[in-house]
């Protein structure tokens, strides 16, 4: 079956799953040329088995709340593919959690941790539990009844959990204590740890980094800097505050971050006390940006508006799927906007990307930008078995060349006859090739 065949069975049988299938048909449709050139790939039914994740658990998490009422959540660990090593990718907590969102992430990670260099499979997990407003205790409570079912099903070579949106620090904290209590071992089952029980240092700070530094290669290879230049980044979480401060150390001005509620404008940057305020914000558990502008008169609140809207040279989506579309592209467009570097999973529409290509405007996607995160983990779990750990600079050290590593790959795999670099094609294709080669030594399995 060639690739269009493949699809068109797919948007059958999964007719419901439309995060899925935009995630498979986008790799689908860069890796195709590739795939008609090695028969051993169509003849071993690679893309046929990649397309379907080797296990899905679903399990009902039951938790009581603080009015003393029970709660029903559905938890779920999507174990994608392990031709390369282990399960690994992380956790999501959002209310809009469902295993179409899960298999997307979880298929995404497989390309994105074989770009990494690290001997990583792909896998996603989460609940549809919403730890907005939640009490301290009560997101204890439910990580605590979460890992109660989960447990059974993970370990530090089988599948390696980490955060994701609504799971951080906190979150891995207690997802571990109860793992370590059950399974009575302190091994690296999960990463995001905390400093003192077997964390990375970085990790926290790893994927808006290594997205600052991927893009950072991609301005070099055009002869520019980041330095001066003016970013729009959305989101003010984990990854759009590691990406803020990366890209305000190497001089360039972070114009706008963005929030449900709203865009800040921010004309004058930003600078160590509006960075720490980002992380306050997260903290605060309320989903909005607006008090960025009521603390910094020098920043604006622009209610309902994306960060999109705000001319920058740089767009750095840090949020949600699918959160730039075509409008937003062409509106970034017309502002000027001569570079899009995906830091969200799949942030960017079809119609965004179609858009950017059409315009011969720099885009890469997030299974390349955002796998400085991962690749952290990846560094954390090495870390962990070594029952050792690293200084920041190692592992910054370590980032940097898997970043660029990353970038290498993308150029090699992407550059089209007239001198573009296609980001997309080169991540998906370089993905694909090593875990189709991995697929095919191990045989039907
Ligand atoms: N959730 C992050 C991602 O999308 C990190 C996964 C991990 O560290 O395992 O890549």
Same mark, same amino acid.
């Given at each position: 079956?060639?690739?269009?065949?493949?699809?068109?069975?797919? %948007?059958?049988?999964?007719?419901?799953?439309?995060?899925?299938?935009?995630?498979?048909?986008?790799?689908?449709?860069?890796?195709?040329?590739?795939?008609?050139?090695?028969?051993? +790939?169509?003849?071993?039914?690679?893309?046929?088995?990649?397309?379907?994740?080797?296990?899905?658990?679903?399990?009902?998490?039951?938790?009581?709340?603080?009015?003393?009422?029970?709660?029903?959540?559905?938890?779920?660990?999507?174990?994608?593919?392990?031709?390369?090593?282990?399960?690994?990718?992380?956790?999501?907590?959002?209310?809009?959690?469902?295993?179409?969102?899960?298999?997307?992430?979880?298929?995404?990670?497989?390309?994105?941790?074989?770009?990494?260099?690290?001997?990583?499979?792909?896998?996603?997990?989460?609940?549809?539990?919403?730890? %907005?407003?939640?009490?301290?205790?009560?997101?204890? !409570? +439910?990580?605590?009844?979460?890992?109660? *079912?989960?447990? !059974?099903?993970?370990?530090?070579?089988?599948?390696?959990?980490?955060?994701?949106?609504?799971?951080?620090?906190?979150?891995?904290?207690?997802?571990?204590?109860?793992?370590?209590?059950?399974?009575?071992?302190?091994?690296?089952?999960?990463?995001?740890?905390?400093?003192?029980?077997?964390?990375?240092?970085?990790?926290?700070?790893?994927?808006?980094?290594?997205?600052?530094?991927?893009?950072?290669?991609?301005?070099?290879?055009?002869? %520019?800097?980041?330095?001066?230049?003016?970013?729009?980044?959305?989101?003010?979480?984990?990854?759009?505050?590691?990406?803020?401060?990366?890209?305000?150390?190497?001089?360039?001005?972070?114009?706008?971050?963005?929030?449900?509620?709203?865009?800040?404008?921010?004309?004058?940057?930003?600078?160590?006390?509006?960075?720490?305020?980002?992380?306050?914000?997260? !903290?605060?558990?309320?989903?909005?940006?607006?008090?960025?502008?009521?603390?910094?008169?020098?920043?604006? +609140?622009?209610?309902?508006?994306?960060?999109?809207?705000? %001319?920058?040279?740089?767009?750095?989506?840090?949020?949600?799927?699918?959160?730039?579309?075509?409008?937003?592209?062409?509106?970034?467009?017309?502002?000027?906007?001569?570079?899009?570097? *995906?830091?969200?999973?799949?942030?960017?529409?079809?119609?965004?990307?179609?858009?950017?290509?059409?315009?011969?405007?720099?885009?890469?996607?997030?299974?390349?930008?955002?796998?400085?995160?991962?690749?952290?983990?990846?560094?954390?779990?090495?870390?962990?078995?070594?029952?050792?750990?690293?200084?920041?600079?190692?592992?910054?050290?370590?980032?940097?060349?898997?970043?660029?590593?990353?970038?290498?790959?993308?150029? !090699?795999?992407?550059?089209?006859?007239?001198?573009?670099?296609?980001?997309?094609?080169?991540?998906?294709?370089?993905?694909?090739?090593?875990?189709?080669?991995?697929?095919?030594?191990?045989?039907?399995?």
């Amino acid at each position: 079956m060639n690739t269009s065949e493949i699809m068109a069975r797919l %948007k059958v049988k999964h007719a419901n799953e439309k995060e899925y299938l935009q995630a498979v048909q986008e790799v689908l449709e860069t890796i195709e040329d590739v795939y008609n050139q090695h028969p051993e +790939f169509e003849e071993a039914k690679i893309i046929e088995r990649l397309v379907e994740p080797d296990r899905i658990f679903t399990f009902k998490v039951t938790w009581v709340d603080d009015n003393g009422e029970i709660q029903t959540n559905t938890g779920y660990r999507v174990q994608f593919n392990s031709a390369i090593g282990p399960y690994k990718g992380g956790l999501r907590f959002h209310p809009s959690v469902n295993i179409s969102i899960l298999k997307f992430l979880g298929f995404e990670q497989i390309f994105k941790n074989a770009l990494t260099t690290l001997p990583m499979g792909g896998g996603k997990g989460g609940s549809d539990f919403n730890p %907005k407003g939640k009490s301290d205790a009560e997101i204890m !409570r +439910f990580c605590q009844a979460f890992m109660l *079912e989960l447990w !059974r099903n993970i370990g530090p070579d089988t599948d390696v959990p980490a955060g994701d949106v609504g799971v951080g620090g906190r979150e891995i904290g207690y997802l571990f204590g109860m793992y370590k209590k059950l399974a009575r071992e302190h091994t690296g089952v999960l990463t995001g740890k905390g400093m003192t029980w077997g964390g990375s240092l970085i990790r926290p700070e790893a994927t808006g980094f290594g997205a600052v530094y991927f893009v950072q290669h991609m301005l070099h290879l055009q002869g %520019k800097d980041i330095k001066g230049q003016k970013v729009a980044i959305s989101g003010f979480g984990n990854v759009a505050w590691g990406a803020a401060l990366k890209a305000t150390q190497l001089g360039a001005h972070v114009i706008a971050i963005s929030g449900p509620d709203g865009v800040i404008h921010n004309p004058q940057g930003m600078n160590d006390e509006k960075i720490a305020y980002m992380l306050e914000l997260r !903290r605060s558990n309320n989903d909005v940006v607006a008090p960025f502008a009521e603390k910094f008169p020098d920043a604006t +609140f622009i209610p309902g508006k994306k960060a999109w809207s705000i %001319k920058c040279d740089i767009a750095m989506p840090c949020a949600y799927q699918n959160e730039l579309n075509g409008d937003d592209a062409k509106e970034l467009i017309a502002n000027g906007t001569w570079c899009c570097a *995906e830091v969200s999973n799949m942030g960017c529409t079809p119609e965004a990307i179609a858009e950017f290509q059409k315009a011969r405007i720099m885009f890469a996607p997030g299974k390349a930008v955002n796998a400085g995160g991962v690749a952290t983990s990846g560094l954390e779990m090495t870390q962990n078995a070594m029952h050792i750990s690293w200084s920041a600079e190692e592992v910054d050290r370590k980032l940097h060349e898997i970043m660029s590593n990353i970038h290498h790959s993308c150029v !090699r795999y992407g550059t089209q006859p007239d001198g573009y670099i296609n980001y997309l094609k080169g991540a998906n294709v370089a993905g694909f090739m090593k875990v189709a080669t991995a697929m095919l030594e191990q045989g039907v399995i």
